[in-house]
């Protein structure tokens, strides 16, 4: 079944992207200020609500975790991480080239921008704290804590742009009322973000293939221990 | 299209892309070595056994 699964995402989002690329170059208008460059907000925009709500899924499997001690909980949040910290990079990156046409600069320690990068500090972080315990249960509940508390992060980027004054454009999507794009040039971006988001979860059954693949490893290596 | 900034639009749309595959080369390299430890282990406990 998951197989199965890994192959219908996999497809469909290619399917998608296909599209979604003809019509981001092809069709789309331009951009009366900012010329080709603003194409990128296609990538980048989608790219970090995936990670955001990849994020919201990992600190959800994470006290499921911490209340009911199963494992597989914990594996959900660790492949979940794992994929939205590379969507999250992606965000910061493409967010980075913008950045140095637009603003001259690739880099400025806004809000919206600091706490983005403080937020993919910490989930490489509880990456890094996953390789360094050994002990399976210790793991999940030192990582889980952690998933918790990092998630106050996630709300923080989301807000920045509304608390703060950033240099970072304001909200632009209708969901937000930021009303910043024409409808015709907003709906490109949420289908990119289906695409994504399916790409996403194709790699997240991956690896959670692999989490189950490491516990029957975890399990024959105390089996191979004990006899 | 409009072609300012094509070049670094196409930056953009390349470093995406790179890191979503660079991290899916990644996968299949770990999915690869954990089949083979599996393995080794595997055949560890059946010499042991025997």
């Known amino acids: 079944m998951r197989e199965k699964l890994i192959y219908l995402f996999s497809a469909v989002a290619m ?162 009322n930021g009303g910043g794009m024409a409808p015709g040039m907003e709906s490109p971006l949420w289908w990119n973000l289906l695409a994504m988001a399916l790409v996403a979860a194709s790699l997240v059954l991956l690896r959670m293939r692999q989490e189950g693949i490491r516990r029957e490893l975890d399990a024959m290596r105390r089996h191979a221990h004990a006899i | 299209m409009d072609t300012r900034n094509f070049t670094y639009m196409f930056y953009g749309f390349v470093a995406a892309w790179a890191i979503v595959l660079a991290y899916v080369v990644s996968i299949a390299a770990r999915e690869s070595r954990l089949r083979k430890e599996l393995d080794r282990v595997r055949k560890m406990i059946e010499n042991r056994e025997n």
């Not at chain 1, 981001?24 to 603003?38: H, T, V, W």
């Not at chain 1, 600190?59 to 991480?81: E, G, P």
């Not at chain 1, 806004?110 to 360094?132: H, K, N």
């Not at chain 1, 950033?166 to 632009?172: E, L, N």
């Open chain 1, 15 to 176: 399917a998608l992207l296909v599209w979604d690329l003809y019509r981001i170059f092809m069709m789309l208008p331009d951009e009366a200020n900012q010329g080709a460059i603003y194409r990128i907000i296609y990538f980048h925009v989608p790219a970090a609500i995936t990670s955001m709500v990849g994020f919201f899924v990992a600190m959800v499997a994470s006290a499921l975790y911490l209340i009911s001690k199963n494992l597989r909980f914990d594996s959900v949040a660790a492949a979940v991480t794992e994929v939205s910290v590379v969507f999250a990079a992606v965000n910061l990156v493409t967010g980075s080239i913008w950045g140095r046409i637009i603003w001259g600069i690739w880099w400025t320690w806004d809000a919206r921008l600091t706490s983005m990068l403080v937020c993919w500090l910490l989930y490489a972080g509880y990456l890094m704290l996953r390789r360094a315990i050994d002990e399976p249960t210790q793991r999940a509940r030192l990582s889980a804590v952690l998933s918790i508390f990092a998630f106050v992060d996630v709300i923080i980027v989301w807000k920045s742009i509304e608390w703060w004054r950033t240099q970072h454009p304001g909200p632009v999507l209708s969901i937000r």
